[in-house]
């Protein structure tokens, strides 16, 4: 059993009458990979700021490295929120050496010279540049070194590759598998199903409840999609909504999650089409399973 | 021609037979810098096409030259008239003073759209999009998702020849996405030509077009498929990351590493097996490749002028 860095037994957050987390056992390990997933308003953002100790639980038990949030506790975690946290008037080594000097890091006899040659590589040309000046790539790599600069036990990352190129979401990727390899737990939120495989455990989570978890294989399970071929896809696209069957259109194919093929068959009516099964994606499951999460809601 | 023929009434008849909106050969400069070199890009009625590239790759210039917001400094550009382009800019396309139908009464007017006709499409776009209970709440109080479907439902409510959209899902949960997917969907099938701007090649990858811009030009385009077919070299897959010059063209994903094989790359019959196994590449990978070696080249480039340098 690896030392476990992050845990949540039955943790619950309510904002008067909302509850915006309900219940969530969380474990995370050291070198561990795990990836949050769940619509806004799931509950992520609030889990992540219970974590972080910067919002009191209502219910059941935060612990990391076995103990309660604390100041103490924070200094062994980095953090990338959204917004990524970094001063946009000063330069990818000013920001490091401020953070650096907040958490107390030991930053040798050299001072700012020792910190900026732990900018890493790709960093170096920009060292000169202020944050806000800088492409929104190399913006989000000098967050993350200004996440990892204190050697963080644990990072919490939160979406952190929205809107830059696969290449350097790719960069971005491999430093978070640096990390893990080093022995740092990793919990990150993605909108981005594509990245759940960077991940060795996944979390979904809808209405403020964990409503599977595992791998992406696991999660999807034998979950399957109708698939629609046809010459006349916008009239099919009607045809199904006017049924209640909603579909998505991936190139001139439609999908539709959840639906039987001979219901679609019937819903299509006289429009001319071949109906086929194909397993879901990762993306599929999801939204039937948030789906599901809010009837199940809605009817309680 | 498949395209399901445009909605009616709203004067697209002549608009109706032509058979692409576009730009050729397009270039925008601002002072030194050319935002868009000599881009080529059509979008067909009926179709959905996306343009792909990271942050300053150009998609928000070609964008805005295809919404008729920017002049191109040379090259072409195909558009209907102004009335007949709907267009949601980056990160905005609303506003936030006005309250979710305020917003579209004000937009139903700016098109010259009939009032009646307005107000029945709109709930039956915002009822569709989960809006319907949003209605009278001001825009700037929606939460993002919601913002961007409210500006969505605005640039298409006026039901356009050539729909524009700029990133209208980055940052969105995947539970609004589907519902911004199911409009784009909708404006297409009305007859739209649509163009929407991504950074995210799985999301591209639902277009029957892509272009995918690097530093102001096209790095490639086509049909996923055809994109893919024209990757040069080969890729394969390995668990661990190469050592030693290959290492510059491997990069990670799904948790292990791609290495991309130039053409005329070793591999020679009777060499040591290199460490992976092929794989067929897909959009991703085929778009990924294309910025790697346009960056193996630069890096290549500078070397030469830094030895060349160095010896003078």
């Known amino acids: 059993m690896t030392e476990t860095l992050a845990q949540c037994v039955g943790v619950s957050r309510r904002f008067g009458n909302f509850t915006a987390v309900d219940g969530v056992d969380l474990q995370l390990g050291r070198g561990e990979v795990v990836g949050l997933l769940g619509a806004n308003g799931a509950g992520k953002t609030t889990l992540i700021r219970m974590l972080l100790g910067l919002l009191a639980t209502s219910g059941g038990q935060v612990l990391l490295f076995g103990e309660p949030p604390s100041r103490r506790t924070r200094q062994r975690i980095g953090y990338v929120p959204q917004t990524l946290g970094l001063y946009d008037d000063l330069t990818p080594a000013e920001n490091l050496a401020f953070s650096e000097a907040v958490f107390g890091a030991q930053s040798g006899e050299g001072g700012r010279q020792v910190m900026a040659s732990a900018l890493p590589e790709s960093l170096r040309p920009y060292r000169r540049t202020v944050v806000g000046s800088l492409?929104?790539?190399?913006q989000r790599s000098a967050a993350f070194a200004q996440a990892l600069a204190h050697q963080p036990d644990l990072l919490i990352l939160d979406e952190p590759t929205s809107g830059v190129d696969p290449l350097a979401r790719a960069r971005l990727w491999e430093t978070v598998a640096i990390a893990a390899a080093a022995g740092?737990?990793?919990?990150?939120?993605?909108?981005?199903?594509?990245?759940?495989?960077?991940?060795?455990?996944?979390?979904?989570?809808?209405?403020?409840?964990?409503?599977?978890?595992?791998?992406?294989?696991?999660?999807?399970?034998?979950?399957?999609?109708?698939?629609?071929?046809?010459?006349?896809?916008?009239?099919?696209?009607?045809?199904?909504?006017?049924?209640?069957?909603?579909?998505?259109?991936?190139?001139?194919?439609?999908?539709?999650?959840?639906?039987?093929?001979?219901?679609?068959?019937?819903a299509l009516g006289a429009v001319e089409a071949s109906v086929t099964a194909a397993p879901a994606t990762l993306e599929e499951r999801f939204f039937e399973l948030t789906l599901t999460s809010s009837r199940t809601r809605e009817s309680a | 021609m498949t395209a399901p023929s445009p909605g009616s009434g709203t004067g697209s008849a002549a608009a109706a037979t032509q058979d692409w909106w576009g730009t050729e050969e397009a270039s925008v400069r601002y002072g030194d810098k050319l935002a868009l070199d000599h881009v080529t890009f059509r979008a067909v009625p009926g179709r959905v096409s996306a343009v792909v590239g990271g942050d300053g790759a150009g998609r928000t210039t070609l964008l805005r030259c295809l919404a008729g917001a920017l002049a191109v400094t040379s090259g072409r550009v195909r558009l209907p008239p102004?009335?007949?382009?709907?267009?949601?800019?980056?990160?905005?396309?609303?506003?936030?003073?006005?309250?979710?139908?305020?917003?579209?009464a004000f937009r139903a007017t700016a098109y010259q759209l009939p009032a009646a006709v307005a107000r029945e499409r709109s709930a039956g776009l915002l009822e569709r999009a989960g809006l319907s209970g949003a209605r009278d709440r001001l825009a700037g109080r929606l939460s993002g998702g919601m913002r961007q479907k409210l500006g969505v439902i605005a640039s298409m409510l006026h039901?356009?020849?050539?729909?524009?959209?700029?990133?209208?899902?980055?940052?969105?949960?995947?539970?609004?996405?589907?519902?911004?997917?199911?409009?784009?969907?909708?404006?297409?099938?009305?007859?739209?030509?649509?163009?929407?701007?991504?950074?995210?090649?799985?999301?591209?990858?639902?277009?029957?077009?892509?272009?995918a811009l690097d530093d102001g030009r096209a790095l490639a385009s086509g049909t996923p498929e055809e994109i893919i077919a024209a990757m040069p070299g080969t890729l394969r897959v390995s668990d661990a990351r190469p050592e030693g010059e290959a290492r510059r063209r491997a990069w990670r994903r799904g948790g292990r590493w791609r290495i991309w094989d130039p053409p005329g790359q070793p591999g020679q019959p009777g060499e040591p097996q290199e460490p992976g196994r092929p794989v067929a590449p897909d959009l991703q990978d085929a778009v990924t490749v294309a910025i790697l070696a346009r960056e193996l080249a630069g890096a290549e480039a500078e070397s030469v002028e830094l030895e060349g340098g160095g010896s003078r």
């Open chain 1, 135 to 138: 492409p929104l790539g190399v």
């Open chain 2, 82 to 104: 102004s009335l007949r382009i709907g267009y949601l800019s980056a990160g905005s396309g609303t506003y936030p003073d006005l309250t979710v139908d305020e917003n579209l």
């Open chain 1, 184 to 266: 740092t737990g990793v919990l990150v939120t993605t909108h981005y199903m594509d990245e759940a495989g960077e991940c060795d455990r996944l979390m979904v989570m809808a209405d403020g409840r964990v409503v599977a978890g595992g791998t992406a294989g696991q999660i999807i399970g034998d979950a399957r999609v109708s698939v629609v071929e046809t010459g006349s896809w916008a009239a099919a696209f009607a045809a199904l909504e006017a049924a209640g069957l909603p579909a998505t259109l991936v190139g001139r194919t439609l999908r539709v999650p959840g639906a039987d093929p001979a219901d679609v068959r019937r």
């Open chain 2, 159 to 211: 039901q356009p020849d050539l729909l524009v959209l700029d990133e209208p899902t980055t940052g969105v949960d995947p539970v609004s996405r589907a519902d911004l997917w199911w409009l784009i969907a909708q404006a297409a099938a009305n007859g739209a030509a649509v163009v929407f701007a991504t950074s995210y090649l799985d999301e591209a990858e639902r277009a029957v077009s892509v272009l």
